[in-house]
C-alpha cells in the first residue's frame, strides 16, 4: 500500500533561522508531489509541485524553494525564515486524480 | 486565475441535511474536488467530479454543472463527526492538481 510521510509535526523557529521540511512517499513511482501551505484564516496555497526527480515548479515567488533529490522524497526549504511564513504545511501526492495529504507540519515563526 | 466562492459557514442540526455550493471560475477545468478537513487535520478526499450530474457516496453526493461553474456537496443525516470544514477544488486544464478555495466551516449542533 502506498502511504505519505511527514515530518515534523510542529517546528517552532525564529525569524531569519534556515527551514528544511521533508516529505517521503512509500509504495510508489514516479508520483506527482506537491507543498501546499496554509495560513491562520486563509485557504491551502499550492507552493510548489513535481512530477519527477529534478523538476520543480513554483506556484507563488516567495521566500521558499523546493527540491527532489530522489523520486519519492520532497523537501521544503527556506534559508531565512520570516515570520510571514508561518502557516500549516502540507505535502501530497497524486497517483491518478486524487490527492492524498501527509499529516502536515505546523510552523511558528518567532 | 482562478476564482473559487463558497460561503465562510454553515451551521446545521444533527441528523438534517446540509448542501454546500461552490462557484468557480477557472483557466481551463478537468474537473473538480471535494475535500473535508478537521481543525488542525490534514484534508482528506471525499469526491471527485468530472461530468455533469450528481454522484453519490454514502451520506455524501457531489453534483457538477460544467456549463455554470457550479458544484455541491450535499451531506445527509448529519452527525456531530462532521463538524469541518469542506474545501471546493477545481482543477485547472492540463492538470489535476487540486486548487482551493477557503472553504466552508460546517458547524453541526444536537
Known amino acids: 500500500s502506498q502511504t505519505i510521510h511527514q515530518w515534523p509535526a510542529t517546528l517552532v523557529q525564529p525569524v531569519g533561522s534556515p527551514l528544511s521540511l521533508e516529505c517521503t512517499v512509500e509504495?510508489?513511482?514516479?508520483?506527482?508531489l506537491y507543498w501546499y501551505r496554509q495560513a491562520a484564516g486563509r485557504g491551502l496555497q499550492l507552493l510548489f509541485y513535481s512530477v519527477g526527480i529534478g523538476q520543480i515548479s513554483s506556484e507563488v515567488p516567495q521566500n521558499l524553494s523546493a527540491s527532489r533529490p530522489q523520486d519519492r522524497q520532497f523537501i521544503l526549504s527556506s534559508k531565512k525564515l520570516l515570520l510571514s511564513d508561518s502557516g500549516f504545511y502540507l505535502c501530497?501526492?497524486?497517483?491518478?486524480?486524487?490527492?492524498?495529504f501527509g499529516q502536515g507540519t505546523r510552523l511558528t515563526v518567532v | 486565475g482562478q476564482n473559487i466562492d463558497q460561503p465562510t459557514e454553515m451551521t446545521a442540526t444533527e441528523g438534517a441535511i446540509v448542501q454546500i455550493n461552490c462557484t468557480y471560475q477557472t483557466s481551463g477545468f478537468n474537473g473538480l474536488f471535494w475535500y473535508q478537513q478537521h481543525a488542525g487535520e490534514a484534508p482528506t478526499f471525499l469526491s471527485y467530479n468530472v461530468l455533469d450530474g450528481l454522484e453519490e457516496k454514502g451520506r455524501f453526493s457531489s453534483f457538477l454543472s460544467r456549463s455554470k461553474g457550479y458544484s455541491y456537496l450535499l451531506l445527509k443525516e448529519l452527525q456531530m463527526k462532521d463538524s469541518a470544514s469542506y474545501l471546493c477544488a477545481p482543477s485547472p486544464g492540463g492538470s489535476y492538481i487540486p486548487t482551493f478555495g477557503r472553504g466552508t466551516s460546517l458547524i453541526v449542533h444536537p
Open positions: 509504495g510508489t513511482s514516479n508520483p506527482n
Open positions: 501530497a501526492w497524486q497517483p491518478n486524480t486524487e490527492a492524498f
